[in-house]
């Protein structure tokens, strides 16, 4: 519940962020631009480095069992390294095939302005090159069992986009939000690895390749994972080229629609992710089965009965939340 209520302001924050874009820009081209440049790089995000995190807490917590600091570390390095190649190296392929993206998007939607599009979204691959690092950090911090100190230093984001927009937006327009964000990523970043770093670990890429454990069982966990956020994440641009199709503003009214679905379902992913990921794998790093499939068996049933009711009721009550 502590992570779920720091996730609720961090959602919060950036519920917040569009309505002060809405109110500040309009439902317009501007904010349609914005989230367009967020697409692309977000679903990277989702689809390459979120199963990441995911498959890198067990593993982490079952040589954690083995009580061997020094190999722990050196695991964390090679893999950290790793991930800073592959996000420098989407980063770039992201950067070099631009214009064909771009014009291809232009094709689905013709009321887009390439001057404004193309800076936002040189502007969202710092955000991609920063997020899959504050992944991988907050996994180690999760299966610590720190998990509200990463849910809390994520509010610096919105925070900064915020006030970025407050004190910038008249001179740069939606920019200012992009930058505020991207400021607040480096943020983050550096917050995460001020903790991580007083247990001498190191989540910033050092460029070490050099572990010789054999690092299958992450890519084992990994490759399922990856599969199933790329079905899942497909629903984002799909949606969003769908309403590309419609009047002007139809790309900002479907992000700030979804808004509500989009934050109970984040809740719940980050409690799933942040707690009850490292939570079991610890039982099954224990070899306590049994206390694993009753407790699944309770949060599943407990599950249901909570999601269910609110599902409806958001659903009833639609047009007066709106």
């Not at 013709?110 to 001057?115: D, G, K, P, V, Y």
């Not at 299966?143 to 990463?150: E, F, I, T």
């Not at 002007?248 to 409690?271: H, M, P, Y």
Request: aromatic share 12%; proline share 4%; hydrophobic share 60%.
């Amino acid at each position: 519940f502590g992570v779920m209520f720091l996730t609720f302001l961090c959602f919060l924050g950036f519920f917040l962020r569009d309505l002060l874009q809405a109110k500040t820009f309009g439902l317009g081209a501007s904010l349609d631009h914005f989230f367009i440049a967020l697409m692309i790089p977000m679903f990277m995000v989702t689809v390459l480095y979120m199963p990441l995190g995911a498959a890198f807490v067990p593993i982490y917590l079952a040589e954690k069992e083995k009580l061997l600091p020094q190999a722990l570390r050196d695991m964390v390095s090679v893999v950290s390294s790793w991930t800073g190649v592959s996000l420098l190296m989407a980063c770039l392929v992201l950067y070099l095939c631009e214009p064909f993206l771009l014009s291809h998007i232009a094709a689905k939607g013709s009321l887009l302005n390439m001057e404004q599009l193309t800076p936002l979204l040189n502007l969202a691959l710092s955000l991609l090159l920063f997020s899959g690092l504050v992944i991988l950090g907050n996994s180690i911090l999760n299966a610590d069992g720190k998990a509200s100190l990463a849910s809390g230093a994520q509010l610096i984001v919105p925070a900064m986009a915020i006030m970025s927009l407050l004190l910038f937006g008249k001179r740069w327009g939606v920019r200012s939000v992009m930058y505020g964000m991207v400021v607040g990523q480096i943020l983050n970043l550096f917050i995460v690895q001020y903790w991580l770093s007083r247990e001498k670990i190191w989540v910033l890429p050092s460029l070490n390749f050099k572990y010789r454990a054999n690092l299958t069982p992450i890519l084992k966990q990994y490759w399922p994972l990856m599969v199933s956020a790329l079905f899942i994440s497909l629903v984002l641009p799909v949606s969003t080229m769908l309403a590309m199709s419609l009047t002007e503003g139809s790309v900002s009214a479907f992000n700030l629609g979804t808004k509500v679905v989009l934050f109970i379902t984040g809740l719940v992913d980050t409690a799933i992710l942040a707690v009850m990921l490292p939570y079991f794998s610890l039982l099954v790093a224990k070899n306590r089965l049994l206390s694993v499939k009753q407790e699944l068996s309770f949060f599943l049933l407990l599950a249901t009965f909570i999601s269910v009711p609110i599902s409806a009721a958001l659903f009833l009550w639609s047009e007066q939340i709106v």
